[in-house]
Every structure is written in C-alpha cells, then in structure tokens.
C-alpha cells in the first residue's frame, strides 16, 4: 500500500527541538549570578544589571517585569525596599523585597538615565522592542541585551550527551 505524499515528508522531516532541552530549565546557581553581574559590571551595562536583579529578587515573568512602572519603585526619590505588582497572568498581586544589589543598581542606573526619579515611566531606558507588551519580544530583547546563555557557557560548559 502506497503512502501520500504528504506522509512521506512529514517522516523525512527532523524534529525541531531534537537534543534540545524541553520544558524547564534548571535555576541559575548564586556563583552563576555573580558571574553575571560581574559581567556587567564590567561592561558598564547599569539598565542591564539593574533589569537583570530586579529580575532575580522578584522572580518575575518577562512580561510583568517589562511592564512595572519607575513610580512602583521609588517613592520620595528613594528605591522601596519592597513592590508589589499585578501579574498579568493570574492578576493577582505579588509582593518582593528589592535586596541592597538591586537597589543600588536601580539607582545608579536611574541616575544614570537623567531626568526626575520619581516619573510614571516604564523601565525601559532606551527605545527597544520592550515596548512590545508579548513575552516573546520580551525574550528576544532580553537574549540580544544579554547572551547570557552563551556567554555562561564559556565559564561553565555543559557537558556533550
């Protein structure tokens, strides 16, 4: 019996995420983490640092975080030392505590930029596709700031299976 043609390239195909790791990804180990901001630091990156520990204290999707306003933040020209934003999934309200790291980096990174502390901004600091209100252009704008993936691996590579 003969197969359609359809089949027969459907089953020549290659599997698309073939040797590629499905579902979720292991945490980023704290060595890791300071290897990242020492990167950059290093690099003087302050809105990437800034993101990247607002990111790791309040643990949240890229599309929340992208959207948090200057003003949930800073109050009186001082970083809170603790938010609270809506998730836009679940719409329920997370509360985080912004460490001293991420506090300082904000701020520098807020005085860096220029202008009053205390405006309704979103957190984006230059004109970038994190203006896009999707998490895949959250994550495509995140992997261009900061290859990180790759950029970790130079340290620590992952071992071939």
Not at 6 to 20: D, M, S, Y
Not at 54 to 83: E, Y
Not at 117 to 128: A, I, L, P
Request: proline content about 5%; some cysteine.
């Amino acid at each position: 019996m003969e197969m359609p043609e359809t089949e027969l390239i459907a089953t020549k195909r290659p599997v698309w995420n073939a040797g590629r790791t499905v579902g979720a990804k292991r945490a980023l180990k704290p060595k890791q983490i300071w290897e990242i901001r020492f990167y950059l630091n290093q690099r003087r990156r302050l809105r990437d640092r800034a993101l990247f520990d607002l990111a790791i204290d309040s643990k949240l999707r890229g599309c929340d975080l992208v959207q948090i306003k200057i003003g949930d933040l800073v109050s009186g020209g001082q970083v809170r030392t603790r938010a609270i934003v809506m998730q836009q999934k679940t719409g329920r309200p997370v509360q985080f505590e912004l460490l001293p790291d991420a506090r300082a980096s904000l701020l520098a990174w807020l005085e860096r930029r220029g202008g009053t502390v205390v405006r309704g901004d979103n957190y984006d600091g230059r004109s970038c596709c994190l203006k896009q209100r999707c998490s895949r252009g959250v994550c495509r704008c995140l992997i261009r700031m900061v290859p990180i993936a790759d950029w970790a691996r130079s340290f620590h590579p992952l071992p071939v299976r």
